[in-house]
T-cell receptor, first 110, second 114 residues
C-alpha cells in the first residue's frame, strides 16, 4: 500500500461547479498535511496547508480527518485556471521530508 | 533572489555519461532537498541538507548519485554512468529553519537519457 494515495482522475468538471478530492495516508504519526498544485511540466506550488479544524482560502476548503486518515480539498465555483494536478502531501516529522501522493488531475471545461 | 534557481532546465545525455545539476536555494533557507519526479507520479525524496550537512539520503539514491552542498548555499546533484531509467524531472526545494510550510521548489531540471 502506498503511503499517500489519491484518485488519479482525471476529473472533468464544468466551469462553475464544485469538485472535491480525497487523499488517504497510511502513517498515523503524520504531523503536517498540505495540498500542492502542479501545472503541466511545472514545479509543484503550495496551495494550502491543512489544519485539524479545517481551513478555507477563498474558493478552496481543506479538511483533515485523523481518525480515518484522510484529507480533502473542496473547490467551489471552479475556474478554467483551476485545471491542474493536485498533489496531497504529508509530513511525518522526519527532517521535514514530505511524502507525496501521485496527484489528482482536474480538468475544468467551459 | 526571489526563488529557487535550478540549472540547466533541460539536459539530454547519452547513456553512460555523467551529468551534474545545480540548485541555488532561497538565500535565507538553510534546508535544501532534492526530489525526483517521473510522469504521473508525485515527487520522490532523494536527499536532504541542513546547511552543508547531508542529513538524510533515500534508498533511491544509488551509489551512482551524489549530492553536495559545500558551503551551505548552492547544491549540486551528480549522476554517474547515466541509465535510461534516470530520465526524470529533478526538483530542488528549500525551506527556512524549522518550517515545513516554507517549502519552495525550483523549476526543475528535466533529464533525458538516450
Amino acid at each position: 500500500r502506498k503511503e499517500v494515495e489519491q484518485d488519479p482522475g482525471p476529473f472533468n468538471v464544468p466551469e462553475g461547479a464544485t469538485v472535491a478530492f480525497n487523499c488517504t495516508y497510511s502513517n498515523s504519526a503524520s504531523q503536517s498535511f498540505f495540498w500542492y498544485r502542479q501545472d503541466c511540466r511545472k514545479e509543484p506550488k503550495l496551495l494550502m496547508s491543512v489544519y485539524s479544524s479545517g481551513n478555507e482560502d477563498g474558493r478552496f476548503t481543506a479538511q483533515l480527518n485523523r481518525a480515518s486518515q484522510y484529507i480533502s480539498l473542496l473547490i467551489r465555483d471552479s475556474k478554467l485556471s483551476d485545471s491542474a494536478t493536485y498533489l496531497c502531501v504529508v509530513n511525518i516529522g522526519s527532517n521535514y521530508q514530505l511524502i507525496w501522493g501521485a496527484g489528482t488531475k482536474l480538468i475544468i471545461k467551459p | 533572489d526571489t526563488g529557487v534557481s535550478q540549472n540547466p532546465r533541460h539536459k539530454i545525455t547519452k547513456r553512460g555519461q555523467n551529468v551534474t545539476f545545480r540548485c541555488d536555494p532561497i538565500s535565507e533557507h538553510n534546508r535544501l532537498y532534492w526530489y525526483r519526479q517521473t510522469l504521473g507520479q508525485g515527487p520522490e525524496f532523494l536527499t536532504y541538507f541542513q546547511n552543508e550537512a547531508q542529513l538524510e539520503k533515500s534508498r533511491l539514491l544509488s551509489d551512482r548519485f551524489s549530492a553536495e552542498r559545500p558551503k551551505g548555499s548552492f547544491s549540486t546533484l551528480e549522476i554517474q554512468r547515466t541509465e535510461q531509467g534516470d530520465s526524470a524531472m529533478y526538483l530542488c526545494a528549500s525551506s527556512p529553519p524549522s518550517r515545513v510550510i516554507g517549502y519552495t521548489f525550483g523549476s526543475g531540471t528535466r533529464l533525458t537519457v538516450v
